[in-house]
C-alpha cells in the first residue's frame, strides 16, 4: 500500500490520479477525508482509501502508516512544513515503511538563499540518516501559480515580479504526479534524485508576450526591486509576509542561477513534458 501524504493538494491530489490510472491502490490522508474523497473523480476513488490523519499527530499518522510500504510525502510550504515532515518520517519509520519519495526543491542546500529550500535540505538529511530507501523529487516552479497571476492579468494586463530578463523553468504538477507515480510503482527507479521541469524555460517578458498573444491583447511585465515585489504581494495580493518573502527568493535565485530545462522527465516516461502553451490555453478562461 502507497500513503499518500499531502493528498488534498496540488501534487498529491495529481499523484493520487496518477497511481489510479496505473491502477495502483493508495491511502490518502486528510484531516476531512470526506471532503477529500467527494472531490475525486470516480476511477481515483474505486482505486483510493482516503484516511483521517494530521501531520501535528504523531498517533495519527502511525494509525495512518500501519502496514503500509511506501509513503510520498509533499507538504504545503508552512513555517510548519519542516516540523510537519519531519513527524511523518519518524512515523513511517516506526512503522516499517520501506521507501520514502519527498517532494524537494531544486535548491535543497544548507546555504541556500531560500528559507523553504533550506528546510527541504534538513528534511532531506534526516531521511539520508534514517537508512530508509529514499527518492527525491526537484519540481521547479508549478504552472499551477501562474493562475495566480490572473487577476492583475484580467484587471490590468500587468505581471509583476524582480526577475529581469531571467527565465524561469515551469513544469505541470500533472507531470510531477505522473513521474511520482511511475517511481512508487517501479522499484528500479527508487532511490534516485529527479529534476522535473517543462520543455523550455520562459522569462517573465516571453511569458507576458505569449498570455498577450493568446489572448488577443497586451499583457506586459513589470520589473520591481525585490522589496517593491514584497510590498505589493503583501500589500495588493494579500499574501502572508513570509509567503511572499518566498516568492522574491525564488526570483532572485532564478536571477542570479540559470534555470535550462531538464530531460529527466521524458527519460523516465518515455513522452515529453507537458507545454507552457497548451497549459495556458487550458485556463485561458482565468485570465480574461
Known amino acids: 500500500?502507497?500513503?499518500?501524504?499531502?493528498?488534498?493538494?496540488?501534487?498529491?491530489?495529481?499523484?493520487?490520479?496518477?497511481?489510479?490510472?496505473?491502477?495502483?491502490?493508495?491511502?490518502?490522508?486528510?484531516?476531512?477525508?470526506?471532503?477529500?474523497?467527494?472531490?475525486?473523480?470516480?476511477?481515483?476513488?474505486?482505486?483510493?482509501?482516503?484516511?483521517?490523519?494530521?501531520?501535528?499527530?504523531?498517533?495519527?499518522?502511525?494509525?495512518?502508516?500501519?502496514?503500509?510500504?511506501?509513503?510520498?510525502?509533499?507538504?504545503?510550504?508552512?513555517?510548519?512544513?519542516?516540523?510537519?515532515?519531519?513527524?511523518?518520517?519518524?512515523?513511517?519509520?516506526?512503522?516499517?515503511?520501506?521507501?520514502?519519495?519527498?517532494?524537494?526543491?531544486?535548491?535543497?542546500?544548507?546555504?541556500?538563499?531560500?528559507?523553504?529550500?533550506?528546510?527541504?535540505?534538513?528534511?532531506?538529511?534526516?531521511?539520508?540518516?534514517?537508512?530508509?530507501?529514499?527518492?527525491?523529487?526537484?519540481?521547479?516552479?508549478f504552472m499551477q501559480k501562474l493562475l495566480l497571476l490572473a487577476p492583475g492579468i484580467a484587471a490590468a494586463g500587468v505581471v509583476h515580479g524582480a526577475m529581469g530578463q531571467a527565465r524561469c523553468n515551469y513544469v505541470d504538477v500533472r507531470d510531477v504526479g505522473d513521474l511520482a507515480a511511475e517511481v512508487l510503482t517501479r522499484p528500479e527507479l527508487a532511490g534516485g534524485t529527479y529534476p522535473l521541469t517543462g520543455g523550455r524555460a520562459y522569462s517573465h517578458p516571453e511569458l507576458t508576450a505569449l498570455l498577450g498573444e493568446l489572448l488577443g491583447r497586451p499583457v506586459r511585465y513589470l520589473d520591481l526591486s525585490p522589496a517593491e515585489l514584497h510590498a505589493h504581494l503583501v500589500e495588493r495580493a494579500g499574501m502572508p509576509g513570509w509567503l511572499a518573502a518566498h516568492v522574491v527568493e525564488i526570483q532572485q535565485l532564478a536571477a542570479v542561477r540559470r534555470e535550462t530545462p531538464d530531460g529527466t522527465f521524458t527519460h523516465v516516461t518515455g513522452r515529453s513534458p507537458r507545454t507552457l502553451d497548451a497549459f495556458l490555453q487550458e485556463h485561458l478562461h482565468h485570465f480574461h
Open 1 to 141: 500500500m502507497i500513503v499518500i501524504m499531502g493528498a488534498a493538494g496540488a501534487t498529491g491530489g495529481a499523484t493520487l490520479r496518477s497511481l489510479a490510472t496505473l491502477g495502483a491502490p493508495s491511502r490518502a490522508l486528510s484531516r476531512d477525508p470526506a471532503r477529500l474523497a467527494a472531490g475525486l473523480d470516480e476511477r481515483t476513488l474505486a482505486r483510493t482509501e482516503p484516511f483521517a490523519a494530521d501531520a501535528a499527530d504523531p498517533d495519527s499518522l502511525r494509525a495512518a502508516f500501519h502496514g503500509t510500504r511506501q509513503l510520498f510525502l509533499t507538504m504545503a510550504n508552512s513555517p510548519h512544513q519542516v516540523r510537519y515532515e519531519l513527524n511523518a518520517i519518524d512515523a513511517a519509520l516506526d512503522c516499517g515503511v520501506e521507501h520514502i519519495v519527498k517532494v524537494s526543491a531544486p535548491a535543497a542546500e544548507p546555504d541556500s538563499p531560500v528559507a523553504v529550500s533550506r528546510g527541504h535540505h534538513l528534511v532531506e538529511e534526516r531521511l539520508r540518516s534514517s537508512g530508509v530507501a529514499t527518492t527525491v523529487l526537484r519540481p521547479y516552479a
